[in-house]
């Protein structure tokens, strides 16, 4: 064990060269960050996680239930004991094929056994109730947790390493990794996404960022790449609160704010001035060293998830002008997000060929969640 842990803290690996542990220890003229300090993040996150969950109960459930947003789920498929057995043993998404067996089985259209199985898979996911509280309560958490400070990119890189840990740094920095650790364990009890992956990865490469920048002291550009991730994240929840809530008015200027703010900050200023410090203004003060370039590495990594998800705003934004055109603009409804768990048939009614579309049995177009039209207020 002693033997791993010395490979482990390899000096070579994660401080500049001729730069030792004992360099940074503390004195009674200056802290520096410590790597066993990050441990009570660890209890602190499970604190979090705790809090939120009777938050949502106590708070959030009776101000949604206030707000008369609905907490029944999904229409129910009508019971079925042939495609029960195929929907629970089989498969939860038949392909054409076993759809036409099923059918000539059954006796029932292709249509049908379709609309089927969407309402047996949206039948298990979580009411608008349990996502108005899923948000609201991100939305608590961030306002109280995130503080921004402000720093010349340079400064992040004069007298590197030998920079002092400030106690409000010290603090914010076991805050944050302890609410990424909470998201990290809260995400396999909330609302499953389709991007559940690329949120777990976002969320494994935020903690392994803030780890690694406390340890080998870059406290000061790792805040920096904090405060930046933390400028959207109240925004989007707002705008989530407010579909909910069926303002959808609130609901579309706050999408807007926060496409806007993403877009610039994840696409703009990150690689501009946070990309180019680490990477540039650090090489030409500091030079690269092994960890150096993992830290790097993990932020072109996030930077790639940037524009994936910044590709998706746009889509959800010309999808809904594109609705907008013969309607009401709804960027974030429920049924067209496309992060959204909850199916709806219109996306179905596309990729079926134009024979099979006449014959649905004239049920809401919908999953029974969501009416097909957006509503005015809707979220």
Same mark, same amino acid.
């Given at each position: 064990? $002693?033997?791993i842990l010395a490979w482990f803290w390899n000096e070579r690996f994660w401080l500049p060269h001729n730069v030792t542990w004992a360099d940074l220890k503390n004195t009674d003229e200056a802290t520096f960050p410590q790597a066993e300090d990050l441990y009570l993040a660890c209890p602190l996150a499970c604190c979090m996680f705790m809090i939120r969950l009777v938050f949502e109960r106590f708070i959030a459930r009776p101000c949604a239930l206030g707000l008369k947003i609905q907490a029944s789920g999904p229409q129910k498929a009508q019971p079925n004991a042939i495609l029960e057995k195929v929907f629970t043993a089989i498969t939860k998404h038949p392909d054409e094929k076993r759809l036409e067996g099923l059918s000539k089985q059954l006796d029932w259209? !292709?249509?049908t056994i379709q609309r089927w199985f969407r309402q047996r898979r949206n039948q298990e996911k979580p009411?608008? *109730?349990a996502r108005f509280c899923e948000s609201i309560s991100f939305v608590s958490l961030c306002l109280? *947790?995130?503080s921004p400070w402000l720093w010349n990119t340079r400064e992040c890189w004069y007298n590197y390493p030998y920079q002092p840990l400030t106690v409000d740094l010290h603090y914010y920095y076991i805050l944050e990794l302890s609410f990424y650790l909470s998201l990290l364990f809260s995400q396999f009890t909330d609302i499953r996404r389709k991007d559940f992956l690329l949120m777990f990865l976002h969320h494994v490469v935020t903690i392994c960022l803030i780890s690694f920048s406390y340890v080998n002291n870059m406290a000061r550009v790792g805040t920096l790449v904090m405060c930046l991730h933390d400028a959207a994240d109240v925004l989007l929840e707002a705008a989530k609160m407010a579909n909910y809530g069926k303002c959808q008015r609130l609901c579309n200027v706050l999408f807007v704010m926060f496409a806007l703010v993403f877009i610039s900050s994840r696409l703009g200023v990150y690689p501009v001035w946070i990309l180019n410090s680490t990477v540039f203004e650090s090489w030409e003060i500091v030079g690269p060293?092994?960890? +150096? +370039? !993992?830290?790097?590495v993990l932020l072109v990594l *996030?930077? $790639?998830?940037?524009?994936f998800w910044s590709y998706l705003i746009v889509r959800i934004a010309c999808r809904a002008i594109s609705r907008g055109k013969a309607g009401k603009w709804n960027p974030l409804h429920v049924s067209k997000d496309d992060r959204s768990d909850i199916e709806s048939s219109s996306d %179905?009614? %596309?990729v079926l060929p134009p024979s099979q579309k006449h014959q649905t049995n004239g049920t809401n177009g919908t999953n029974g969640y969501l009416s097909s039209s957006p509503c005015p207020d809707e979220h």
């Amino acid at each position: 064990m $002693a033997g791993i842990l010395a490979w482990f803290w390899n000096e070579r690996f994660w401080l500049p060269h001729n730069v030792t542990w004992a360099d940074l220890k503390n004195t009674d003229e200056a802290t520096f960050p410590q790597a066993e300090d990050l441990y009570l993040a660890c209890p602190l996150a499970c604190c979090m996680f705790m809090i939120r969950l009777v938050f949502e109960r106590f708070i959030a459930r009776p101000c949604a239930l206030g707000l008369k947003i609905q907490a029944s789920g999904p229409q129910k498929a009508q019971p079925n004991a042939i495609l029960e057995k195929v929907f629970t043993a089989i498969t939860k998404h038949p392909d054409e094929k076993r759809l036409e067996g099923l059918s000539k089985q059954l006796d029932w259209d !292709v249509r049908t056994i379709q609309r089927w199985f969407r309402q047996r898979r949206n039948q298990e996911k979580p009411s608008t *109730l349990a996502r108005f509280c899923e948000s609201i309560s991100f939305v608590s958490l961030c306002l109280i *947790l995130k503080s921004p400070w402000l720093w010349n990119t340079r400064e992040c890189w004069y007298n590197y390493p030998y920079q002092p840990l400030t106690v409000d740094l010290h603090y914010y920095y076991i805050l944050e990794l302890s609410f990424y650790l909470s998201l990290l364990f809260s995400q396999f009890t909330d609302i499953r996404r389709k991007d559940f992956l690329l949120m777990f990865l976002h969320h494994v490469v935020t903690i392994c960022l803030i780890s690694f920048s406390y340890v080998n002291n870059m406290a000061r550009v790792g805040t920096l790449v904090m405060c930046l991730h933390d400028a959207a994240d109240v925004l989007l929840e707002a705008a989530k609160m407010a579909n909910y809530g069926k303002c959808q008015r609130l609901c579309n200027v706050l999408f807007v704010m926060f496409a806007l703010v993403f877009i610039s900050s994840r696409l703009g200023v990150y690689p501009v001035w946070i990309l180019n410090s680490t990477v540039f203004e650090s090489w030409e003060i500091v030079g690269p060293y092994p960890s +150096w +370039w !993992v830290f790097n590495v993990l932020l072109v990594l *996030l930077q $790639a998830l940037h524009t994936f998800w910044s590709y998706l705003i746009v889509r959800i934004a010309c999808r809904a002008i594109s609705r907008g055109k013969a309607g009401k603009w709804n960027p974030l409804h429920v049924s067209k997000d496309d992060r959204s768990d909850i199916e709806s048939s219109s996306d %179905e009614d %596309e990729v079926l060929p134009p024979s099979q579309k006449h014959q649905t049995n004239g049920t809401n177009g919908t999953n029974g969640y969501l009416s097909s039209s957006p509503c005015p207020d809707e979220h």
